[in-house]
Each structure stands twice: as C-alpha cells, then as structure tokens.
C-alpha cells in the first residue's frame, strides 16, 4: 500500500472520547476525521521515507486521540516511586587503587578481543546551536565534536590493537551533513551511520501540524530510538556475531563520556545487562534520577515521577551514558512509553510524541555506577547550547588532551 488507506467508522469509534460534551465530541470527531484525511493525503514518497524510518499512521492516530487528555498523569508513572537503596549506586573505581587496576585489565582485555562497540546519539533535529548540526560545531578551536570523537575513536583503536567500531545515530536533520564530513575526514571511514526513527507533529487539538509552509512537520521521536533503530540497520547483529558482547551509549555532546576501560572492566565483572552512569547533583540540577519503582531499580525523568516524590531527594542523577549488553539490546522486547511533549514551532504550539533512552531500564536490570563530573576525570560536560559551550571549552580541552583526543 503506498498510500494510507482512511480509516472506517469503527476505527474511529475505537478512538471516541465519549467523557467529551456533545459539542466537544463533535469537534473532536471533526478533527479526527480531518487527520485522516490529511494523512490519506500525505505525499506517497514522503509517505515511504517516514514508513522506513519508524512510522506508523495507526499509532499517530491513537496518540491524536488522546492529545491534552490528562498529558501530566499519562506521562507519570503509576504504582510506588521510592528512593535508591543502600547500595543501589556505587562510585567508579578510582585510578591508582588496585581495583582500579584490575578491572582496568579486565576491560582492556575485552577490548582488545574486539567485544565493545562505541554508539553515539547525533541526531535530534539541530535546533539548539543556531540550526547547526551539533556534531559540525567547533567544540574547540578547529576542532569539531564530530572530529574529537573520531580521534577518540582512533586513540581508542590503538591501545585495543584493533579498530573500535563507531556508530552514530543520527536524524533526517543530521545524516546527509554528517555523511558528508565523514567522507572528507581521514578517519571518517571507522564510523557508520544508522537514523533514529520520524514522526509527524499535532497540533494542540489533534490535528496534523503543518508548517510555514503548509507541509506536515516531520520530528524526530526521541533517543529511545535507539535499540530498534540499531537493530534495523544490521550493525548490531554483525558485531553480535562476530563476537561483540558490549555496546557503550553516549551523547556526542558529552565528551566526557569516553570509553573507560575500567568502567568496562566493572561492567564486565558484575555481569548485568546494563550499566548507567550518574554524578552528583549541583545546584539546581535537574534530570534523569535512579529510583525503585514497584521495587525495581530504575531511570526515571522528573517529568515522570509521581507529584508526591521529590526528586531533590535524591542527590544523583543520569548522563545518559550506557553500558549494555549487545545481545540484550539485540533480543530487546519493550513496549516503549511515548510521552507527550508540547513544542513552540513558528511561534505556535504543535505536540510531538518522544520515547527516552532512559526506558532500557525498565527492561534491562540496571546497576548504577557514580562517576567524576569535575577536573579532567570529568565524565560529564553536556553541551546544550553556544552559551554553556563558551563557559564549557576549558573543561573540555583539558578532558580532550587527558583522553587522546588532541
């Protein structure tokens, strides 16, 4: 089928909101029927790309059903929220200790049997840096992030004895630029590419969000893209059987979070599923914090914990930093939680549907690992924004130098 076929009457049925007015279920009603129509509508090529990067008509049409209906509750998690319990997160191994040591060897073995695989988040839509993809952006003088995790990447190969392979997951907004410069870079051969997954954004009521220029707005649909999208592009099943065993998730804007072979090491000898990375809170900081729900140790977003929790209580929270079992991620069966997040587009407001890298936790037994964010055994220096990267570029020239990247 290369176009979507309208929905009949009992599909939509299916999606009714009988708690709705008359006069509110009729306008609803109008919306929805004028969604399908617009998505019956839609461009059969534009149609085919969006099919091959994840989309699904139907689930579109569930979430418009549903948009600005208790977003805040939906979002939130049910059942019991606790704090972490004694032991649930332990700091990394120190350097010059000798666990440190030995797990160092540990994780330099595995590396040097070619077991790691180093995957970086590139996508997003490149808004935030001016709408310059982020990777292209000069951290340092000269030297841009797409360049400091290829020399990463080669200072890696080195002391592995082996090439490192290197994946980038990017968006429709990131890919062809980033194709590009790999092919103009001398390392650019070591890294592959694979595209997170695409929506179409809703307006407030429901209905297709166009843009300025009358066309549907295409989003990317989050960094819990990841597994499947992986997945879909055969990297992870060759590096599976060719013996790959781990594969390390991290930002391209956190250049602290580098391949450690210790943090390996620890990753190896506990023997789970999934390592995730936390630091101390300063300040204000807000995100990700490590919780039990219903008893089990998991990530959550503030945005999704029950109003009574505080999320201050607990003093640790995510960088976003992964350490997973390649197998795992490969055999993953998650129905993924998309959350309903509010966008200003053009100066309006549209809604888009996201799913977080941070859900692996709930399928995938965690253990939760603090590590430095100060100094040059920083692991954590997000870069957001031009303004946080100016304050940041001290931090991380002493990082890259530390690390082989310069």
């Given at each position: 089928?290369?176009?979507?076929?309208?929905?009949?009457?009992?599909?939509?049925?299916?999606?009714?909101?009988?708690?709705?007015?008359p006069?509110?279920?009729?306008?609803f009603?109008?919306?929805?029927?004028?969604?399908?129509?617009?998505?019956?509508?839609?461009?059969?090529?534009?149609?085919?790309?969006?099919?091959?990067?994840?989309?699904?008509?139907?689930?579109l049409?569930?979430?418009?059903a549903?948009?600005?209906?208790?977003?805040?509750?939906?979002?939130?998690l049910?059942?019991?929220?606790?704090?972490?319990?004694?032991?649930?997160?332990?700091?990394?191994?120190?350097?010059?200790?000798?666990?440190?040591?030995?797990?160092?060897?540990?994780?330099?073995a595995?590396?040097?049997?070619?077991?790691?695989?180093?995957?970086?988040?590139?996508?997003?839509?490149a808004?935030?840096?001016?709408?310059?993809?982020?990777?292209?952006?000069?951290?340092?003088?000269g030297?841009?992030?797409?360049?400091?995790?290829?020399?990463?990447?080669?200072?890696?190969?080195?002391?592995?004895?082996?090439?490192v392979?290197?994946?980038?997951?990017?968006?429709?907004?990131?890919?062809?630029?980033?194709?590009?410069?790999?092919?103009?870079?001398?390392?650019?051969?070591?890294?592959?590419?694979?595209?997170?997954?695409e929506?179409?954004?809703?307006?407030?009521?429901?209905?297709?969000?166009?843009?300025?220029?009358?066309?549907?707005?295409?989003?990317?649909?989050?960094?819990?893209?990841?597994?499947?999208?992986?997945?879909?592009?055969?990297?992870?099943?060759?590096?599976?059987?060719?013996?790959?065993?781990?594969?390390?998730?991290?930002?391209?804007?956190?250049?602290?979070?580098?391949?450690?072979?210790?943090?390996l090491?620890?990753?190896?000898?506990?023997?789970?599923?999934?390592?995730?990375?936390?630091?101390d809170?300063?300040?204000?900081?807000?995100?990700g914090?490590?919780?039990?729900w219903?008893?089990?140790?998991i990530?959550?977003?503030?945005?999704?914990l029950?109003?009574?929790?505080?999320?201050?209580?607990v003093?640790v929270?995510?960088?976003?930093?992964?350490?997973?079992?390649?197998?795992?991620i490969?055999?993953?069966?998650?129905?993924?939680?998309?959350?309903?997040?509010e966008?200003?587009?053009?100066?309006?407001?549209?809604?888009?549907?996201?799913?977080?890298?941070?859900?692996?936790?709930?399928?995938?037994?965690?253990?939760?690992?603090?590590?430095?964010?100060?100094?040059?055994?920083?692991?954590?220096?997000?870069?957001?924004?031009?303004?946080?990267?100016?304050?940041r570029?001290?931090?991380?020239?002493a990082?890259?130098?530390?690390?082989?990247?310069?």
């Amino acid at each position: 089928m290369t176009r979507i076929e309208l929905l009949d009457e009992g599909d939509w049925k299916r999606l009714a909101r009988p708690e709705l007015p008359p006069a509110a279920g009729r306008a609803f009603a109008i919306c929805m029927t004028k969604l399908a129509e617009a998505l019956a509508a839609l461009d059969p090529s534009l149609l085919a790309r969006l099919r091959a990067h994840g989309f699904d008509p139907a689930r579109l049409g569930a979430w418009a059903a549903t948009v600005g209906v208790g977003r805040d509750e939906r979002n939130r998690l049910p059942g019991e929220v606790e704090a972490p319990r004694a032991g649930d997160v332990v700091d990394a191994p120190v350097p010059g200790t000798p666990d440190h040591a030995r797990l160092h060897a540990v994780g330099a073995a595995a590396l040097a049997r070619g077991e790691l695989a180093l995957c970086v988040l590139a996508g997003g839509m490149a808004t935030r840096m001016g709408s310059v993809v982020k990777a292209l952006v000069e951290a340092l003088p000269g030297r841009r992030f797409l360049d400091l995790r290829l020399a990463e990447n080669a200072h890696l190969a080195a002391l592995a004895g082996r090439p490192v392979p290197l994946w980038l997951m990017t968006s429709e907004a990131t890919d062809g630029p980033i194709l590009d410069a790999l092919a103009a870079h001398p390392h650019g051969a070591a890294a592959a590419t694979f595209q997170q997954h695409e929506s179409l954004r809703l307006t407030p009521e429901g209905a297709l969000f166009l843009d300025d220029h009358g066309a549907p707005s295409i989003h990317a649909t989050g960094h819990g893209d990841l597994p499947d999208a992986l997945r879909a592009s055969g990297l992870l099943s060759r590096f599976v059987a060719g013996g790959g065993k781990y594969v390390w998730i991290a930002n391209l804007d956190n250049l602290g979070a580098t391949v450690d072979p210790a943090i390996l090491g620890w990753h190896v000898e506990h023997g789970g599923a999934l390592s995730v990375e936390v630091v101390d809170k300063l300040g204000s900081d807000r995100g990700g914090v490590p919780v039990r729900w219903n008893g089990k140790p998991i990530i959550a977003e503030e945005f999704r914990l029950p109003i009574a929790f505080d999320p201050a209580a607990v003093r640790v929270f995510n960088t976003n930093t992964f350490l997973a079992s390649a197998p795992a991620i490969e055999g993953l069966d998650l129905a993924w939680t998309y959350v309903e997040v509010e966008k200003t587009i053009g100066g309006r407001k549209a809604v888009q549907f996201e799913r977080l890298v941070g859900e692996l936790t709930a399928a995938l037994e965690p253990r939760f690992v603090r590590v430095p964010r100060e100094g040059d055994r920083s692991r954590f220096l997000p870069v957001k924004d031009v303004p946080e990267l100016e304050r940041r570029r001290d931090e991380i020239e002493a990082v890259a130098k530390a690390r082989g990247m310069l």
